[in-house]
C-alpha cells in the first residue's frame, strides 16, 4: 500500500536549519508531483511546496520562499525539505503529500522552533 515516511525534524532555534525527508513506497514516486504541507498547533493543514516529477518545477507559499528548498531523488524515490533561516512560526507537524491538500499525507513530523 502506499506509504509515506517522514523524518528529520526536531527542536531547533529561530534562524537554524533542519532538513526533513520523506520515503516514499506503494506507488510509482517519479510519476507524480510531490508536496510538503504542515499544520501549526490550532489551525488547519497548510500547503509550503510542490515539485514536479523530475524535480526541475518548484513552487513555495510566499513566506517560505527564499528559505525552504523542495527537492527530491527518484532513484531513491524521497522527498526533501531543506528548511533555512527557521522562524517560531514555522513550528508545525509537517507531512509529505502527494495532493497540496494535505489529503494524501504521511504521518508527520514535528519541528518547533524556539529559543
Known amino acids: 500500500q502506499v506509504q509515506l515516511v517522514e523524518s528529520g525534524g526536531g527542536l531547533v532555534q529561530p534562524g537554524g536549519s533542519l532538513r526533513l525527508s520523506c520515503a516514499a513506497s506503494?506507488?510509482?514516486?517519479?510519476?507524480?508531483?510531490m508536496n510538503w504541507v504542515r499544520q501549526a498547533p490550532g489551525q488547519g493543514i497548510a500547503w509550503i511546496a510542490s515539485?514536479?516529477?523530475?524535480?526541475?518545477?518548484?513552487d513555495y507559499r510566499p513566506s517560505v520562499k527564499g528559505r525552504f528548498t523542495i527537492s527530491r531523488d527518484n532513484a531513491k524515490n524521497t522527498l526533501y525539505l531543506q528548511m533555512n533561516s527557521l522562524r517560531p512560526e514555522d513550528t508545525a507537524l509537517y507531512y509529505c503529500?502527494?495532493?497540496?491538500?494535505?489529503?494524501?499525507r504521511g504521518q508527520g513530523t514535528q519541528v518547533t522552533v524556539s529559543s
Open positions: 503529500s502527494r495532493d497540496r491538500f494535505g489529503d494524501m
Open positions: 506503494g506507488f510509482t514516486f517519479g510519476n507524480n508531483w
Open positions: 515539485i514536479n516529477h523530475h524535480g526541475n518545477i518548484t
